[in-house]
């Protein structure tokens, strides 16, 4: 048990003030994350700085036509909200493909952003982890890495980000709206999130201190044509082994634009311009996905539990675009199970 102090931030300028004052303190919003971590001492924070009465749960139409959607939105109310339901499927999609409902009811948006990796190696204290401890080593490189990353990965770290909200507005190209002691300012989602590098205790490009506000969706949501398909050990409430989110705009049967992100594969969502570039002006079909997929994961490693990875994502980008060059999403059977 560790004793940590409780405070209650009251708007937006008193949470970064809160937090200036003690930079090692953390938010909590829904908790879902940032308490299983304290629990088992991987989070020793001496302070916590509750921001659930902040005014940021609205999902609000902005100037230009997208949407802005606040950090405190829950991932159910997120997943049900009408303008997501009709305007952005993929989105509603990959939020309902994660966790379960009590856990989607109390998570944020914002704290979906920032949930740490399920590594098993980072939740168990008494093994070297580089992302929990700096410099003490990676157990999963030689150890049990079926979970692990196929892309981007670095001789320090090959975790991957478990979030599948995030592969969704990474396809949609979202932009992540901040706060700090030096004022807002907005990051790209492709930016957002980072690479392992030297530096695998650093998940995002948050300076200390800064709140995520909101995050907002360009006009674009690719709603005739998407799907979010995702690959678990089980049908529900478990992590993506891959996944992928796809959004295209055709014409007839030729790709105007294909845009397409993987969860599961690596630290962040994975896009790759010239894996979409290969999508560009060709016929919607399975020889045109299959060269987009080679393209794609052209780099791909695998380590000794998970090279079976880079075929199931081979095979997934391939059903997931032909799925969407279909109109046929993959179904959202749990979507009306409240
Ligand atoms: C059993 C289980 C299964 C799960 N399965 C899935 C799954 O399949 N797919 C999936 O995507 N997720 C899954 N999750 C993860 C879940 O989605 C996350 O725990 C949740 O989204 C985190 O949101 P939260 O509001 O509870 O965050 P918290 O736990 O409150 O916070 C998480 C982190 O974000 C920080 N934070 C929160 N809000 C802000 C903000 N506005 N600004 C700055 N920092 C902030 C906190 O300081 C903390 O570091 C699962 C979780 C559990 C426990
Ligand atoms: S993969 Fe990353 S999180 Fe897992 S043990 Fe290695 S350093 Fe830690």
Redesign the pocket.
């Known amino acids: 048990m560790i004793n940590f102090q409780y405070a209650r931030a009251s708007d937006v300028a008193d949470a970064v003030r809160q937090m200036a004052n003690d930079p090692t303190a953390?938010?909590?919003?829904?908790?879902?994350?940032?308490?299983?971590l304290m629990k088992i001492d991987v989070?020793r924070q001496t302070k916590v700085i509750d921001?659930n009465r902040l005014a940021?749960k609205q999902v609000e139409g902005i100037q230009g036509g997208g949407l802005r959607i606040g950090?405190?939105v829950r991932?159910s109310d997120l997943a049900y909200h009408p303008l997501i339901e009709q305007r952005y499927p993929v989105l509603a999609s990959a939020v309902m493909?994660?966790?379960?409902q009590q856990?989607?009811n109390?998570?944020?948006t914002?704290?979906?952003l920032?949930?740490?990796t399920r590594c098993h190696y980072f939740y168990d204290t008494a093994t070297p982890c580089n992302k929990r401890e700096p410099g003490s080593g990676c157990s999963a490189i030689n150890g049990h890495n079926r979970m692990h990353a196929i892309l981007g990965t670095g001789d320090a770290c090959i975790a991957t980000h478990?979030?599948?909200?995030?592969v969704a507005l990474a396809m949609l190209e979202a932009k992540v709206h901040v706060t700090g002691a030096s004022g807002d300012r907005v990051i790209a989602f492709a930016d957002f999130h980072r690479l392992p590098g030297d530096t695998p205790q650093r998940d995002t490009t948050?300076n200390p201190g800064?709140?995520?506000?909101a995050v907002e969706l360009p006009p674009r949501g690719f709603a005739t044509n998407y799907t979010y398909l995702k690959i678990r050990d089980r049908l529900s409430?478990?992590?993506?082994l891959v996944s992928v989110a796809v959004g295209l705009e055709l014409d007839g049967d030729t790709i105007k634009e294909g845009r397409f992100a993987l969860g599961g594969v690596a630290h962040k969502p994975w896009r790759d311009p010239q894996a979409e570039a290969a999508l560009r002006g060709q016929p919607a079909n399975a020889a045109t996905f299959a060269r987009a997929a080679e393209v794609l994961l052209r780099d791909a490693r695998g380590y000794e539990h998970n090279t079976f990875k880079i075929d199931l994502a081979r095979r997934c980008i391939v059903r997931a675009l032909s799925q969407a060059a279909r109109g046929t999403p993959q179904s959202q059977s749990n979507k009306k199970i409240m």
């Open positions: 953390k938010f909590v919003a829904g908790g879902t994350n940032l308490i299983d989070e921001i940021l950090a405190l991932n493909a994660g966790a379960s856990l989607r109390m998570a944020s914002g704290g979906n920032l949930q740490r478990p979030s599948d909200m995030c948050l800064e709140i995520i506000t409430y478990a992590f993506a």
